[in-house]
């Protein structure tokens, strides 16, 4: 049987692991044979060295038989799943989830909270009051098969190991590493048991990926990882310069999702949820048309069936903020930029986001844009309001959002937030 020690030192040298050695090693620190010391020791040696391919392959499998693998033969539809790599505004998978549905393909959705500057799916969703996110297995599966869509949590029996490793991965400066990003994600994934995949990775300043080669880098990892376990996956690079839409916060964004699904909403909102479901359709080798959902009603009907079979009342009004505040232009002239890590700090500290993950988050706060980039304003137009609970918290998003939109003389042209599509590894 290999020890701990032999194993960090094989990578520590810059060795290739054997696939008993990763196996072991995995099993043995999801239960609490090796000490995290050492865990951490392993992580740093594979941040400074990698994985290859087989190694790459054999860790996530190892993620993966850490805990159970969900079960979806019993649901008579197609399953496709969709992950986002997390931006400003991100709000994506609410609209999404029913628009794919009412396609006809089932969208098995287990989601996560949001950490610092990103805001989480789950976080958003239960703004919407009664909603419940915490399904068990059983109820999970009958509702993807009644309705078609389930965005719940992912229970602690899933990819155990990720658990555990993201946690020690988070305090020891090795988050930032394709392998064990790529193994993070694609092993929770493959064990919710999904039959198919589209990764939407967001590049760009309000992005875990801020250089298109490493996130090109990350995609290919990813979808590789995918078709390796018998998951069709294919991945989009979408830009995450600037906050996606008007809203970054929980309520606030619940707000836009149900503007998208009445067939309006902004047009980036729109251009990525109409991205991502074309790529999710196309994997289920389901011909439909996904604009035409959206425009006719029937993706808003999947959202309400989805929202009442979780519990929630889709017609009850959201959480609103006590304190809104806003910010105005300086000058007359055209948005040059509005910086989506700012915007994201602010939904932060403005109550939206959480610096722990035990830490609470208010519903109603968050950024609400009145501009986007290239859109005329005139001096003392409003370019945002900020919502939040107490003044602390206001003062803080107005500190934090201060010069993160842009106004200037220089005409700026629109651009699509669809970067790339990568289908191969
Ligand atoms: N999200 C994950 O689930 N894991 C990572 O390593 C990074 C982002």
Request: glycine fraction near 10%; proline fraction near 4%; hydrophobic fraction near 45%.
């Amino acid at each position: 049987m290999p020890t701990a020690v032999e194993v960090i030192r094989a990578k520590r040298d810059g060795g290739v692991l054997s696939d008993e050695q990763i196996r072991w090693f995995i099993d043995a620190y999801t239960r609490d044979e090796v000490a995290h010391e050492q865990a951490s020791a392993l992580l740093m040696a594979i941040f400074l060295h990698g994985l290859n391919a087989q190694e790459l392959g054999v860790w996530t499998d190892a993620m993966i038989a850490s805990g159970i693998r969900l079960d979806l033969s019993s649901v008579p539809m197609p399953t496709v799943d969709k992950h986002s790599t997390g931006g400003v505004g991100d709000k994506i998978s609410l609209p999404l989830c029913p628009l794919v549905a009412a396609c006809g393909v089932a969208v098995p959705q287990l989601s996560g909270r949001g950490l610092g500057h990103t805001g989480g799916t789950l976080d958003k969703l239960e703004s919407i009051p009664g909603i419940r996110t915490d399904l068990d297995q059983d109820a999970f599966v009958r509702q993807l098969s009644d309705v078609g869509t389930v965005i719940a949590a992912a229970s602690a029996d899933l990819a155990p190991a990720d658990r555990r490793l993201y946690a020690l991965r988070d305090v020891t400066g090795t988050v930032e590493s394709i392998p064990l990003i790529a193994s993070s994600i694609m092993s929770k994934k493959i064990a919710e048991g999904t039959s198919g995949l589209v990764l939407d990775v967001k590049v760009g300043r309000g992005a875990f990926m801020t250089d298109i080669d490493r996130a090109r880098e990350l995609a290919r990892t990813m979808v590789g990882l995918g078709r390796g376990h018998g998951v069709a996956t294919v991945a989009v690079l979408t830009d995450m310069d600037t906050p996606l839409g008007l809203t970054a916060g929980n309520a606030v964004e619940i707000q836009e999702t149900l503007e998208v699904l009445q067939g309006g909403g902004p047009a980036d909102v729109v251009e990525v949820t109409l991205a991502l479901a074309e790529e999710m359709l196309e994997l289920a080798g389901v011909d439909a048309d996904p604009s035409a959902a959206l425009q006719d009603g029937r993706a808003m009907d999947r959202w309400r069936r989805m929202v009442i079979a979780q519990g929630g009342d889709p017609d009850a009004p959201l959480p609103i903020a006590r304190h809104v505040s806003e910010i105005v232009a300086d000058d007359d002239g055209e948005v040059q930029d509005v910086h989506a890590m700012g915007v994201g700090v602010a939904a932060w500290k403005l109550g939206a986001g959480r610096a722990r993950k035990e830490d609470p988050v208010s519903a109603a706060a968050g950024v609400v844009l009145r501009v986007q980039v290239g859109d005329p304003v005139t001096r003392g137009q409003v370019l945002a309001e900020l919502h939040s609970d107490t003044e602390e918290q206001l003062a803080a998003g107005i500190e934090a959002i201060d010069g993160a939109v842009r106004v200037g003389a220089a005409p700026v042209s629109a651009r699509s937030r669809v970067l790339e599509r990568i289908r191969a590894s």
